[in-house]
């Protein structure tokens, strides 16, 4: 009981960090009365398995609100992937993050600096300066926040959800 009001209050205590930061994507209904946090990293394949599943309740149910918190720990592959993913959401928006997260769960290969230039361009996105973006400190700050929120709340894996109050 004493672990479980703990995690309460730590989730109270950083309740923007978790729900509301704007630097981390949000999607589903944006007005929706349940929000779902996801953190990520997405070289984790249970990330890759939960992702399906995931995306099936927040379209099935039509009431969440679903957020997504790149948190990459498995590797320099994984903090390419997501700086790569931060660079699209603070370059060219939302709906081109959403379109390259989808891709980046279900990649198959080693994910290097050439492989996202592909990426981009498949996806009509400009390759150069998302590329050149990928190492700015706006985007090095976002990863530095999940992973400072992710220890204050004791998450050490992934994929972790956060739903309303529950970790």
């Not at 999607?27 to 990293?41: A, C, H, K, R």
């Not at 995931?54 to 790149?70: H, P, Q, Y």
Request: net charge negative; proline share 3%; hydrophobic share 45%.
């Amino acid at each position: 009981l004493d672990q479980v009001n703990a995690d309460l209050a730590r989730l109270q205590d950083h309740a923007s960090e978790i729900y509301t930061d704007p630097a981390s994507w949000a999607g589903g209904n944006l007005q929706g009365d349940i929000t779902v946090v996801e953190f990520i990293d997405y070289r984790c394949g249970y990330c890759r398995k939960a992702n399906a599943e995931v995306e099936e309740l927040v379209a099935s149910d039509g009431n969440i609100r679903f957020v997504l918190k790149e948190y990459p720990i498995l590797g320099e592959e994984s903090v390419l992937a997501s700086r790569f993913a931060i660079s699209v959401l603070q370059i060219a928006g939302p709906e081109p993050y959403k379109a390259v997260h989808d891709k980046l769960i279900a990649f198959r290969g080693d994910i290097t600096t050439e492989a996202l230039g592909r990426l981009a361009d498949e996806m009509k996105l400009d390759r150069a300066s998302i590329l050149a973006h990928m190492d700015k400190d706006e985007v090095t700050a976002v990863i530095a926040a999940n992973h400072k929120l992710a220890a204050t709340l004791e998450i050490s894996g992934t994929p972790t959800f956060v739903v309303d109050r529950t970790m």
